[in-house]
């Protein structure tokens, strides 16, 4: 109360003052007055604002690795902390290590961030720096008509997305300086005179648009620059002296303000690089994109007009007789038209397929990959798997602007073709690779764990007795009467008996093609299913023989089994070749012996 009954005292001798200063013989008194009241007013505010200064202390932080509200190596009191933070460090956080600030690079997509902490880059996938690493260094990424100031292998990453060759410039040290070399790429029409009086164009862009590269070779004109008409829309003809050029950009040379030579046609082209189909002018320069209801159309002759505001944007317009707008990620490409591809109403080209049939009559989209199992040479290639064939090898196709090619995978199995498919907006997509076949150690695996086991191994698993691999214990020594004893002492040294030998065996996924007419690799393989199975007999009196055990040996089911296990090895065992026809030889023998009761 006692400052507000200060500033009513004020006001009263403001009102006083004002009386006074009418009186010519007060002017001194006046004077003063204002001067002590504004003295008073200072000393007021002088002892608010010293009252304002004892407020308020800084509080403690600590370096948090996440903060409540989600942010992370951030110095803030100890209370607003993530409970689930990693550290909350009493220090400024860039004397940490994990939140020192430096340079992160991202060895995938190429990008370079400068005052990263290191805990959020190693985190992020990065690579962290204290200082800038060479990888960060950054040039001039010319994209076509545009350029971006990146690192090296960002352009790449950016010139793969556009289809185009990486042109990375580090030369060029600001992004301004980018930003301008792109200018020289503009597209427009540069006008010239290669004939006295004559007006001609070539479609083309601002950097080649010079007296040197337009005019025909023995023409001695000045080096003159291009002149850029400078009105708004671009659309002022200068007159040209020998030697000059004049660039229009976004023109083309037909456009009639242009006063050249060039005028529209009715006939279409394909543009190397490029996917769509164009028209063309009497100079045979480029138009735009093909659009029979724009060929009498002016403006459209006039400007150049970009791909999406063109026909059917967004589609692939495969076939299409009107429409030239083609699309190479969704299956067509420019090519002359003929019977299959269809006829256009304009020009020889059209929007062709780049999808293909396979050998079942089925589509194949441009881009897919398929796997076949076939035989012999490329072009021998069936669209049928015969199982156990001889030399049978794997082929990965791929359907490519039309075309099926084939990519045959490693000889002798070494390799398989593996094939995965995803559902995309244009159908179902197959994808298909070459996959090394690792069977090698199938034989060695003694139970279902191991021979399951895909991380390590392809093998599957056949349960029986029947599909004892005995011949695995001689590693592929045949079985015979003089080779039973040392099978024997084999297993019983590897702990092998009647009651733990494993009633199956493990065999290749996909059985290897084998070199069988030459080594003894081969033969040592196939001889692991060799087996010998001991057959009891007994004869009373006045009777027959009969057996009375393993005589499930004797049945023809058993027999088959045993040959069945001889082709999961490999080329092993009865076989047919690619066209069906079996060898003439049935791939194993059953031979029966008769034993003494020793052996």
């Known amino acids: 109360m006692k400052h507000l009954k200060s500033e009513e005292t004020i006001n009263q001798r403001l009102n006083i003052m004002k009386n006074e200063m009418k009186q010519e013989n007060n002017k001194s008194i006046s004077l003063t007055l204002i001067f002590i009241l504004i003295f008073s007013i200072f000393v007021n505010f002088d002892f608010v604002y010293a009252q304002g200064e004892q407020v308020g202390q800084s509080e403690p932080t600590v370096c948090c690795q996440k903060t409540n509200a989600g942010l992370f190596c951030q110095d ?21 290590a994990a939140c020192n600030p430096g340079f992160c690079f991202d060895s995938e997509e190429g990008t370079c961030l400068d005052n990263v902490p290191s805990y959020i880059c190693n985190e992020n ?42 042109n990375w410039n580090n030369g060029i040290t600001n992004e301004q300086q980018c930003i301008l070399s ?15 009086g004559v007006k001609t164009c070539k479609f083309t862009t601002l950097g080649d648009c010079t007296a040197e590269n337009m005019f025909s070779e023995g023409q001695e004109f000045p080096d003159v620059p291009p002149e850029v008409p400078e009105s708004e829309n671009g659309n002022e003809t200068l007159n040209l002296s020998p030697g000059e050029v004049e660039f229009h950009t976004g023109k083309l040379c037909s456009a009639e303000e242009l006063g050249t030579n060039c005028a529209p046609t009715r006939q279409t082209t394909c543009v190397d690089g490029k996917e769509e189909v164009y028209f063309i002018d009497t100079c045979g320069n480029t138009g735009n994109i093909y659009d029979s209801s724009k060929l009498n159309n002016d403006i459209y002759w006039a400007d150049i007009v970009s791909k999406s505001e063109s026909c059917g944007p967004g589609g692939n317009n495969e076939g299409s007789a009107s429409c030239g707008n083609c699309n190479y990620l969704l299956g067509s490409y420019c090519r002359a038209s003929d019977s299959e591809t269809g006829r256009a109403s304009y020009g020889e080209n059209i929007c062709a397929s780049l999808n293909c049939v396979d050998d079942d009559g089925k589509e194949r989209l441009h881009g897919e990959s398929w796997c076949v199992h076939g035989t012999g040479e490329e072009g021998s290639i069936g669209n049928k798997f015969y199982a156990g064939a001889v030399g049978n090898r794997d082929f990965r196709l791929i359907c490519n602007n039309g075309v099926v090619r084939a990519e045959p995978c490693a000889d002798f199995k070494q390799e398989e073709c593996i094939e995965n498919s995803m559902e995309t907006e244009v159908g179902t997509f197959a994808e298909a690779a070459c996959r090394v076949n690792r069977w090698q150690d199938c034989t060695a695996q003694r139970n279902v764990e191991d021979c399951s ?37 084999r297993a ?108």
């Not at 792109?182 to 006295?196: N, R």
């Not at 086991?453 to 691999?469: P, S």
Request: glycine share 10%; hydrophobic share 30%; charged share 25%.
């Open 76 to 96: 803030v009191p100890q209370e607003d902390c993530s409970p689930d933070s990693e550290f909350a460090i009493p220090t400024a956080c860039e004397s940490t």
């Open 125 to 166: 996938g990065g690579t962290w720096n204290n200082e800038q690493p060479p990888q960060c260094g950054l040039g001039c990424c010319n994209l076509g008509d545009q350029a971006s100031f990146v690192t090296q292998i960002r352009c790449r990453q950016l010139s793969g997305f556009y289809g185009l060759e990486t």
């Open 182 to 196: 792109a200018a020289v790429q503009e597209k427009g029409a540069c006008v010239y005179e290669d004939i006295p």
């Open 453 to 489: 086991n895909t991380d390590q191994r392809d093998c599957v698993w056949k349960d029986g007795i029947e599909y004892v691999l005995f011949g695995s214990i001689l590693n592929g020594t045949s079985l015979d009467r003089n080779s039973l004893v040392e099978a024997k002492k």
């Open 492 to 599: 019983e040294a590897e702990g092998i008996t009647r009651e733990n030998i494993p009633r199956g065996a493990c065999v290749p996924e996909i059985p290897p093609g084998l070199n069988f007419w030459s080594g003894e690799e081969a033969a040592g393989i196939c001889a692991q299913a060799n087996a010998a199975c001991p057959v009891t007999y007994e004869k009373g009196i006045g009777g027959d023989w009969e057996c009375v055990k393993n005589c499930e040996c004797l049945e023809r089911a058993t027999q088959l089994k045993r040959a069945e296990l001889c082709t999961a090895l490999g080329d092993c065992g009865p076989k047919v070749n690619f066209v069906g026809t079996s060898g003439r030889n049935k791939g194993y023998k059953i031979s029966e012996e008769e034993l003494n009761k020793e052996d």
